[in-house]
């Protein structure tokens, strides 16, 4: 059984901080990962994609993927309360299919 | 880009009676389109994977029968909730990945009320 494994939260942070959210993955052959944001009743909404070993920045969001560890994390520079937000962790299989993580809710106070 | 919509944005019927959801990628071609269904508070769930010009493939514990998917072309799933009753009330979520890419796009989503 193919696991993501994620931290339920909630990870409160205050304005201006960097929150960091970490995510472990179970099939170690896995390639493409992905951060989806959820706000309450909405649909997921896709902020990185990384394949790579490394760091991907954009904006004030930096994904970091270590194959080795098995391990993804999302870091959020600049925290503002706009981010609160559940952060699902996903990792897509061999048929394209996404296992997603359960997800950690940001609370981010003013 | 990457632009997926969902109509109806919000529907309720009565019990017994079928409803279909569309879904839509705005700008790009999909090969692969997914729908999902997510209850309040817990995760999302993969219902079935559809193919443009082929059945879809559902996961297990899914009733192929009652949710009938269709993926008539590369820019058009459909999903048809037949009979339904109170219990599939729920928000029905898709899904697209484009022909070129690994990433999926999500729609909106439809939240589906069945008295």
């Known amino acids: 059984q193919k696991e993501v494994e994620q931290n339920s939260g909630p990870l409160s942070v205050p304005e201006g901080a960097i929150a960091s959210l970490n995510c472990t993955y179970s099939?170690?052959?896995?390639?493409?990962f992905f951060w989806y944001r959820q706000y309450s009743g909405k649909s997921p909404e896709l902020i990185m994609s990384?394949?790579?070993?490394g760091d991907k920045e954009d904006g004030r969001f930096t994904a970091q993927l270590n194959k080795a560890s098995q391990y993804v994390s999302l870091l959020i520079r600049d925290s503002q309360p706009s981010d609160s937000a559940t952060y699902l962790c996903?990792?897509?299989?061999?048929?394209?299919?996404?296992?997603f993580g359960s997800g950690t809710r940001l609370l981010v106070r003013p | 880009g990457a632009v997926v919509s969902q109509h109806p944005s919000w529907v309720i019927c009565k019990s017994g009676t079928s409803v279909k959801i569309e879904c839509r990628s705005l700008?790009?071609?999909?090969?692969?389109m997914f729908w999902y269904r997510q209850f309040p508070k817990q995760s999302l769930m993969l219902m079935a994977t559809?193919?443009?010009?082929?059945?879809?493939?559902?996961e297990q514990g899914v009733e192929k029968d009652k949710f009938l998917i269709n993926h008539a072309s590369l820019t058009l799933s459909t999903l048809t909730v037949t009979s339904a009753h109170p219990e599939d009330s729920s928000f029905y979520i898709c899904?697209?990945?484009?022909?070129?890419?690994?990433?999926?796009?999500f729609g909106p989503g439809t939240r589906l009320t069945v008295l």
């Open positions: 899904s697209a990945r484009d022909l070129v890419g690994y990433e999926q796009f």
């Open positions: 099939d170690r052959g896995s390639q493409s």
């Open positions: 990384i394949y790579s070993n």
């Open positions: 996903a990792v897509m299989d061999s048929s394209y299919k996404l296992i």
């Open positions: 700008d790009f071609q999909a090969t692969t």
């Open positions: 559809s193919n443009e010009g082929s059945k879809a493939t559902y």
